[in-house]
């Protein structure tokens, strides 16, 4: 039989199966045969592909905006005002890696929360596995995640722009000890400007990107070390299907959904340019990015007087709380005493309690991130209904 | 070759370990000096003493010193300088007058004006004099020292300089 010249999508048989994974950089990632119950829709909704997709999608919309933003205080606003009305369909690669931004955190966080939920983070019973490395590199590219959206926030330098990096950063400098010269070295001196930008700027097109990539490139083959997803443990390779074409048809599906997900929406959906950033005026109100909204509420509320002490809500809320969170999160796989047998199974009766805390905590966030979109001017609250009184702007 | 033994490690056993020392103290080194460099040596924000203007400029009340983050309050020929930036996470905070009923008027028919200091991040409130009322923010605005500059007279404020909130500075 003559060779193949090229790989085949449709492979008649297993030796084409094989070379297609060998023959091909890309396939390379994926083994030549897949249990066929990793491939299933339902428990993993495939949110982790999703979000890869939409990571993509962001680097590709990302390249054209870079050619046109300019990231100096004098000019970046202007830039953006020119890709938002000026340039060809710049409106839309704007809103493209807006929308894209936003729906990888909620992609992410969802693929964590799955994670969670199903115990995947767990090895088999006598396992070789070593999941709960995995679920850490997860969780290091969820943070990268939130940076990565957090540091874009800042490049259009409207006010948006610059009072939600105002909160963050002083979110920072209320850290015990080192807040001061940790919100320094960030923001490259005592006030946001030039210096700030360039290392936000830095910190979003080169560096956090690239620990992205590698962190996924990690993960993934984590993925084939540990003998694919949990859920599918128990096949024992009795139903394996070739990798060639169901898992490159399934990853079709989802890169087409997404991406046409992103496209429309961003038609839809238009990117805000607020007034030009100004240091003197805070808008009235100035509101985090969505998805800190709740820590935004912890940092209001947790202001507390100990003894002849008022300690700062920005420490509790915003430095104390979420570093306990995090390195709960980060550790849970070796906290979690749950059976082996539970590993990759949606809410087993084992796993009953914590999934409940999970879950309650969960509820919390959302219900604190709710409170954070009702509020308004003065930092009242607005039902969604209600329109918000006129406020002076300016003095 | 001289083989290693767990007393006494041969030549090649030692020079790995000080070519691995040596290459990681190398790499730490590097990584130190990069992260000193992130750290900046020269400031160019605005300068922590400057010139606010002529005493005169100012009317009475709170006036906003544009670029600063400055309040100037005037009361007659007395001067004082307040932080505009809120001591909770550094919004800048704006004047608000409201009505308030008179407590020396018995009947509560009269009202008096009542200028607050509000930030408009997470609602803080703090009294014209910077003692914070309500709201997150844990400490009073600051108020920085206030001299006239001996040539031209105008109002100098020393940013490194935090002096009592009850401090002022008389103008002849």
């Known amino acids: 039989m003559a060779q193949r010249r090229f790989w085949s999508l449709r492979p008649s048989t297993a030796r084409e199966v094989a070379e297609a994974i060998f023959a091909n950089f890309l396939l390379h990632w994926f083994p030549a045969r897949m249990r066929a119950s990793s491939l299933a829709w339902l428990p993993t909704f495939w949110l982790g592909t999703a979000t890869w997709v939409l990571f993509v999608v962001l680097l590709l919309s990302g390249l054209p905006l870079m050619v046109f933003y300019i990231p100096s205080v004098e000019d970046a606003y202007r830039s953006v005002k020119d890709i938002e009305h000026v340039v060809s369909f710049g409106w839309w690669l704007r809103a493209v890696h807006r929308l894209g931004a936003h729906l990888m955190v909620i992609t992410v966080t969802l693929h964590l929360a799955r994670v969670f939920l199903t115990g995947a983070y767990k090895n088999a019973p006598g396992g070789y596995q070593r999941r709960e490395w995995n679920w850490v590199i997860g969780v290091a590219m969820l943070f990268s995640t939130l940076l990565l959206s957090f540091t874009g926030y800042l490049l259009p330098w409207d006010q948006l722009a610059y009072w939600a990096v105002t909160v963050g950063t002083g979110i920072v400098s209320s850290a015990p000890v080192a807040g001061a010269i940790l919100r320094e070295t960030l923001i490259g001196g005592r006030e946001i400007g030039e210096a700030t930008l360039v290392r936000f700027y830095l910190l979003h097109i080169v560096v956090l990107p690239i620990a992205v990539a590698v962190l996924f490139g990690y993960h993934m083959w984590r993925v084939r070390k540990d003998g694919g997803l949990a859920h599918g443990d128990g096949d024992d390779g009795r139903a394996e299907v070739p990798a060639i074409p169901m898992v490159v048809r399934r990853i079709a599906v989802v890169t087409m959904a997404t991406v046409l997900a992103v496209t429309v929406l961003a038609i839809f959906i238009p990117s805000p340019l607020l007034d030009p950033a100004n240091p003197d005026v805070t808008p009235n109100p100035a509101k985090a990015p969505w998805y800190f909204l709740w820590l935004q509420e912890v940092v209001t509320d947790t202001t507390v007087r100990i003894g002849p002490v008022r300690v700062n809500g920005a420490l509790v809320g915003g430095v104390i709380l979420p570093l306990a969170l995090s390195v709960l999160l980060t550790l849970w796989p070796w906290l979690d005493r749950s059976p082996a047998g539970t590993a990759g199974v949606a809410f087993p009766r084992e796993r009953r309690i914590q999934n409940a805390v999970f879950l309650a905590m969960v509820l919390a966030i959302v219900a604190l991130t709710v409170v954070g979109l009702m509020r308004g001017p003065s930092w009242g609250l607005w039902w969604p209904w209600e329109s918000w009184p006129a406020m002076p702007t300016r003095l | ?172």
């Open chain 2, 1 to 172: 070759m001289e083989p290693d033994h767990p007393s006494q490690p041969g030549r090649r056993s030692v020079l790995v370990r000080l070519g691995t020392a040596a290459g990681a103290a190398a790499l730490a080194a590097q990584g130190g000096i990069v992260a000193r460099s992130l750290v900046a040596n020269v400031s160019y924000d605005t300068p922590s003493r400057m010139k606010l203007g002529l005493p005169e400029a100012f009317p009475d009340g709170l006036t906003l010193v544009p670029d600063a983050r400055l309040f100037v309050s005037r009361r007659g020929k007395r001067f004082r300088v307040l932080s505009a930036v809120c001591t909770h996470l550094g919004c800048t905070v704006r004047v608000e007058a409201s009505l308030r009923p008179d407590p020396t008027d018995p009947d509560a028919r009269k009202a008096t004006q009542v200028f607050e200091l509000a930030c408009p991040c997470h609602g803080s409130r703090y009294r014209a004099d910077g003692a914070n009322l309500s709201g997150p923010a844990p400490r009073p605005l600051p108020a920085y020292r206030l001299i006239l500059a001996p040539g031209d007279g105008q109002l100098v404020v020393d940013l490194d300089d935090e002096v009592d909130p009850g401090a002022e500075l008389t103008v002849p």
